[in-house]
């Protein structure tokens, strides 16, 4: 198991910026050492589905923002929210949570 954590940092030290390492850049079975740096990493490639939000059925209640588990919602200054899709996983307890049914998850299209 150390050996494929080494290969993994390695892989990693050779990409310019944590923001162009993706899952895909990991061996299988690896782990990230470092407490917090899957916010560092563009975790969201691999998502099935994503979130659409409808701003004129949002309430601006900040639930979808408080509820993901990914840190993946961010706070607009007009006081809606929005998907950071770099980090989003779709697990859609963002469109589970909204009270005003202002979230919906669509299929992910391939690129």
């Not at 900040?62 to 899709?85: I, K, Q, S």
């Amino acid at each position: 198991m150390a050996t494929k954590a080494r290969k993994t940092k390695a892989a990693v030290k050779k990409l310019r910026t944590a923001s162009e390492v993706t899952w895909r850049d990991m061996e299988v079975g690896g782990i990230l050492t470092d407490a917090g740096s899957a916010a560092l990493r563009r975790t969201g490639d691999w998502r099935s589905e994503r979130p659409i939000l409808d701003k004129e059925k949002c309430n601006k209640c900040g639930l979808c923002w408080l509820y993901c588990p990914d840190a993946a919602v961010d706070a607009c200054e007009d006081g809606y929210y929005e998907v950071n899709l770099y980090s989003c996983k779709g697990c859609g307890i963002c469109a589970e949570i909204c009270p005003k049914e202002a979230i919906t998850m669509i299929e992910e299209e391939e690129e």
